[in-house]
């Protein structure tokens, strides 16, 4: 029986150390494919970076480095299934041509490819075409710089229930008066025009003539805002006044990022 028992323990012994360099070995080959996965990742996010940069450039319009994130864990399974879930792109202190030379600025551009469909063969060989489903951006334009764009001296832009309200100087019977309104906002072609109603004035006589002076004030402060060209194609869909500024979403469908993008 001793005998028995002598040779058992080795066995143990043996089959102990056998799983614990299995578990090792496992936990090596988990490390270095996570290792893989988030270099492929990084690459590809550098990749799409450098290529939203170049669009930049070419539309005359300028941000920060392009902080880009693919997400979805594991990386290399989106890559072998030729679908990828979501491709964060991130543009720091924005800014582009808004016609009339002047320049529309946001602090952040926050963009969203979704549901890319990229097969393995096309991002191998570079023939064919990388198509997102949808692509959205939001970003907001603070009231300070919708003023300067408006370029009405004296106007104050602010968010009150829901509505854009504006505030201006106005000169009346020789006197200045304080007049302020409510903005219409509509989106037209990527264009979104700002114009005002319902303009009172505390103590202004509510008179033909002055109602005349009113109105054709009212015509001065009407604008148009041409929102630069945006990267991947986006188009302004719709404006929302909000507390800390015009809330600006942009959106387009089925965009090809063959040539400026993955």
Known sequence: MAE??????????????????????????????????????????REIGDRVAQQLTEQKATAEKPDVTIAGVPFLTQVLAGNYQEIKILLNKFSGPAGDGKTIKMDKLDIRAKDVNAPLDTVRSGNGDIVAATVTGVGTLTYPDLADLIGQEGLKLSERDGKLIGAAPFQALGQTFNATGTANLAVKDGVVSVTFADVTAEGLPNIPLVRTLVDNYVKQLAFNLEVPA????????????????????????NVSLSSGGL
């Open 4 to 45: 028995v028992y002598g040779s058992a323990r080795p066995r143990k012994r043996w089959g102990r150390r056998l799983l614990i360099t299995f578990v090792v070995l496992l936990l090596i080959i988990g490390a270095a494919l996570v290792a893989v996965d988030r270099f492929g990742a990084s690459y590809a996010e």
């Open 230 to 253: 945006l990267p991947l194609g986006l188009k302004v869909q719709k404006v929302e006044p909000r507390a800390d500024g015009l809330y600006v979403t942009t959106g387009a469908s």
